[in-house]
């Protein structure tokens, strides 16, 4: 029996943890609302061999754009109270350590994540260890319209994020004398150039801390790649960072958990988890067995090089708690 996997959310009205198996590859998204959120959310998972498999994967994977990806959470909804977007967070946590088992190449695995995100902050060492960047710049695809807008039923997200911006932050400098911020110039809907733009303004921290979500805004975020390969389940990072990490070798039992949550903790909007239901025996004994996998010798010398020297020190924010994170980036 090949490995079976099950997508997670929490119960109904809680937002974590996520314990409850959901729907995936589905027309029918996932209702989220909470006293933070209200909402839905989708995930997609090429080749899913799982829990409540609505088998219609086509509808996400044969969209433009989206063929090289092997899973995406599709997120749409509105954060029901005021926050800022340098205080409204998303990324991955664990609630054991995960030290003792992280794979050689961790390093190199750092550096992809800061290479493609510089605004994510993370610390794979502590007791609970975690990922986390302000979510409205980690977004692969974001789009933000007026609530009282009618809700699309695409699968995907079409990049739309400039409008809504611009009016959030004209309306939360609005009689400010000092602001800090930029102005958010004119960014293309539905491009790479968009998306690019959207990303570069949001990584200036004082953009983002004058910038403020609230219950009038709707959001459409859309998060992916295609770095994980769900049949087999190993991750491969590309050039520059060519590596081929097993899963199965290093799992310790924890699932791997996304969320949203506001930089001091206090506040969850949603959370979900992927987590491995079964694994048949040979397949995870022949896991157990197989090495990390560095495609060139400049990559396997370079993450020699760098965990001989202990932990990778990638950003100010490694070691430090969320609600601590400095995220100016030059």
Not at 28 to 37: A, E, L, S
Not at 117 to 145: F, G, H, I, Q, R
Request: charged share 25%; net charge negative.
């Amino acid at each position: 029996m090949p490995v079976l996997l099950k997508f997670l959310l929490p119960k109904p009205g809680t937002t974590y943890p996520p314990t409850e198996p959901a729907l995936v590859n589905s027309s029918t998204p996932n209702k989220i609302k909470n006293d933070h959120f209200d909402g839905e959310i989708s995930m997609w998972i090429k080749d899913y061999n799982g829990l409540k498999n609505g088998g219609e994967e086509d509808l996400y994977f044969g969209q433009p754009g989206r063929e090289g990806s092997t899973y995406a959470l599709v997120v749409k909804g509105k954060h029901l109270e005021p926050i800022s977007a340098n205080d409204l967070l998303f990324g991955n946590v664990f609630e054991k350590p995960i030290r003792s088992s992280l794979p050689w190449g961790t390093s190199i695995a750092m550096q992809f994540i800061n290479w493609v995100d510089p605004t994510v902050e993370m610390d794979p060492y502590s007791d609970k260890p975690w990922a986390l960047s302000p979510l409205l710049a980690s977004m692969n695809y974001l789009s933000v319209k007026p609530s009282s807008e009618p809700v699309d039923s695409k699968k995907t997200i079409t990049e739309d994020s400039h409008s809504g911006i611009d009016t959030m932050w004209k309306n939360s400098i609005e009689g400010k004398q000092d602001s800090q911020s930029d102005e958010p110039q004119e960014w293309e809907t539905g491009t790479a150039a968009g998306i690019s733009a959207r990303r570069r303004w949001l990584t200036k921290k004082e953009n983002r801390e004058e910038l403020i979500v609230d219950k009038n805004w709707h959001f459409g975020c859309e998060f992916g790649n295609g770095l994980i390969d769900f049949k087999t389940l190993h991750v491969v990072l590309p050039h520059p960072f060519p590596l081929r990490i097993p899963l199965l070798k290093y799992w310790d039992g924890q699932p791997a958990i996304y969320i949203c949550k506001s930089r001091d903790g206090q506040k969850i909007f949603w959370s979900m988890a992927i987590q491995i239901e079964a694994v048949d025996d040979t397949d995870y004994v022949a896991a157990k067995e197989e090495d990390v996998v560095a495609e060139n010798d400049e990559v396997k010398g370079a993450v020699e090089e760098s965990e001989e020297k202990g932990r990778p020190g990638l950003g100010g924010g490694l070691g430090k708690k969320p609600e601590e994170l400095n995220d100016d980036v030059d």
